[in-house]
C-alpha cells in the first residue's frame, strides 16, 4: 500500500519524520512518502528525514514563522488562505501510484489541530484517493485549553476524513512520568502499528509473500465508513527453526501454533489499544499475523478470525499474514474501525464542554493572546 503521509503541527511533523525514517530501514520497497506542513519554522528545522523541499511553511506574513501559539482558529484560518501551496506540494508526488493519503497531527496544539480538518476537507475535494486521519489526543493532566482545542478540532475533522484513527497520550504514559518523556514512545508504537498494515501486501520477493496476503483493497475496505478506529499491538517471542527441526517436528506443533496466534490476537484487541475503547463496539476488523513464515499458520489465522467476528458488533473481519524471515517474535496487528464505544473521547468531550462554559460566563474582552477566549472560542465555529 503506497502512502502519503502528510504531518501537520510539531507532533504531526515528528510522526511523519519517523514514519520516513522507518520506511527508509524496511526490507520492503518505499510504502511512505512524506511532507511536513507547520508556521513555525523552528519545528520545520527540527526534522531529520523529510527533505527541505517537502517542509512547508504556512502563515509567514500572519505569524512570521513563530507558530500561532495554541490558537487553532487561526491555523484554521491561515489553512484556507493558503492550502493551494500544500495541494501544490501534493500535486508533485505522483498522487497516480498513491492508495491513500494519511493526515497525522496533535489535536491539543494551535497548528495541527487547526490545519488538519481543512487539508483533509480539500483533498476529498480534488482527490478521489481515501484521506485518513492519524489524530493524537492530549493526556487529561494536559490542561483544559488542549482539551477544548481537542474537541473542536476533533469535531471538524470527523466528518472530512475517511477514517479518524485516534491516539490516546494517556494511554501509554508510566508511573510518574510526564507526556513529554513519552512522546518518542507513543510516536514509534504508531508507526510501528499503522506501518505493519501499510506493508502488509508489499512484497520484495516470493519469500515475503503471506499465504493470505492482506492489500491494499481490504485495508481500505476496513477503513471505509470507519469513522473512529483504533489499532491493537501484541506480539510473542519464538524460537527460529532449522530444516530438521519442520522436517520431524510432532502435529501436536501444530496445533501448539494455532493456540499461540489466537492468543496474541486476543492481546492485541484487550491489551493497550491507541485508543482505549469498547472493542465489542466495533463495525470492521482487521487482522495481520507477522513473523517467521512457519509460525503463521493458517488454521491459527481463521480461528481468531471467527472469535472476532463473534465478539465485535459488525460481521466484517479481514485477516492475512505478513511473513518476516529474520524475525525471532510472532506479533498481531489488529484495525478496529467504526468504534461507537470510547468512554475516553466522551469524558473528553464533556470535559470539554464545561471549558467552554465556563470560558463563555467570564464575560469580559481579552486582552492578552493567551486569554482562552480569544484562543479557542466557540467550538461549533472552527
Not at 493551494?84 to 501510484?97: A, H, M
Not at 519442520?246 to 493497550?272: D, T, W
Amino acid at each position: 500500500m503506497k502512502v502519503l503521509v502528510i504531518g501537520l503541527g510539531q507532533a504531526g511533523g515528528k510522526i511523519a519524520d519517523l514514519f520516513l525514517m522507518d520506511d527508509r530501514k524496511s526490507h520492503v520497497p518505499h510504502t511512505f512518502d512524506a511532507i511536513a506542513v507547520n508556521t513555525a519554522i523552528s519545528d520545520l528545522m527540527g526534522l531529520s528525514y523529510i527533505p527541505q523541499e517537502d517542509r512547508i511553511l504556512l502563515g509567514e506574513t500572519a505569524v512570521k514563522g513563530h507558530g500561532v501559539g495554541a490558537d487553532n482558529r487561526k491555523a484554521a484560518e491561515i489553512a484556507e488562505d493558503e492550502v493551494e501551496i500544500i495541494l501544490g506540494r501534493v500535486s508533485k508526488s505522483n498522487v497516480s501510484n498513491i492508495d491513500a493519503f494519511f493526515l497525522i497531527a496533535g489535536l491539543g496544539g494551535g497548528t495541527g489541530s487547526g490545519v488538519i480538518s481543512v487539508v483533509a476537507k480539500h483533498l476529498k475535494r480534488v482527490y478521489d484517493e481515501p484521506v485518513y486521519g492519524i489524530a493524537v489526543l492530549p493526556a487529561e493532566n494536559e490542561g483544559d485549553i488542549y482539551t477544548l482545542n481537542a474537541a473542536r478540532s476533533l469535531k471538524a475533522l470527523l466528518p472530512n476524513c475517511d477514517a479518524t484513527i485516534l491516539v490516546d497520550n494517556g494511554a501509554f504514559l508510566r508511573s510518574g512520568e510526564s507526556v513529554r518523556q513519552a512522546y518518542d514512545r507513543i510516536n514509534a508504537e504508531v508507526v510501528k502499528r499503522v506501518g505493519i498494515i501499510c506493508r502488509s501486501g508489499e512484497t520484495r520477493s516470493r519469500k515475503h509473500v503471506g499465504e493470505m496476503v492482506v492489500d491494499a483493497s481490504e485495508v481500505i475496505n476496513t477503513f471505509r465508513g470507519g469513522a473512529i478506529c483504533s489499532i491493537g499491538y501484541a506480539s510473542e517471542m519464538v524460537q527460529r527453526e532449522s530444516f530438521f527441526s519442520r522436517l520431524f517436528r510432532p502435529k501436536r506443533y501444530e496445533i501448539g501454533k494455532a493456540s499461540r496466534i489466537l492468543s496474541v490476537v486476543k492481546r492485541a484487541v484487550k491489551g493497550r489499544l491507541l485508543l482505549p475503547c469498547d472493542y465489542r463496539s466495533a463495525n470492521k476488523a482487521l487482522i495481520i499475523l507477522a513473523g517467521p513464515p512457519t509460525q503463521l499458520d493458517r488454521k491459527g489465522i481463521e480461528k481468531a478470525r471467527e472469535w472476532l467476528e463473534a465478539t465485535i458488533s459488525g460481521t466484517e473481519v479481514r485477516g492475512g499474514d505478513y511473513p518476516l524471515l529474520k524475525s525471532s517474535y510472532v506479533g498481531c496487528v489488529v484495525l478496529l474501525a467504526g468504534i461507537s464505544n470510547a468512554p475516553r473521547v466522551k469524558k473528553m468531550l464533556e470535559k470539554a464542554k464545561g471549558v467552554q462554559e465556563k470560558v463563555g460566563k467570564v464575560g469580559v474582552e481579552p486582552k492578552k493572546e493567551k486569554d482562552l477566549d480569544y484562543l479557542l472560542g466557540d467550538i461549533d465555529n472552527l
